[in-house]
């Protein structure tokens, strides 16, 4: 008995769609380790370490983000 999967086709193909996907993947990679890309990839990796995040302010002055006194946002 002859299994529909085991056709040289499939095999052909799975060895297709891993050479494209190697080729994606070392592309990506590239791109990613371009010298423009650096002060990007440099400025969000030290996002986690800044005291203050960036965002929108909350609108209401003086008022301390440990100090809510009960208030709902």
Known sequence: MNHPMMDPF???LSGAVTVVL???FIGIWI???RKRHRATFRRMSELPMEDKPEGPDTGIPGEDEN??????P
């Not at 100090?67 to 709902?72: A, F, L, M, V």
Request: charged share 20%.
């Open 10 to 12: 499939w095999g052909h």
């Open 31 to 33: 791109w990613a380790w």
């Open 67 to 72: 100090d809510s006194k009960g208030r709902q």
């Open 22 to 24: 190697m080729a994606v």
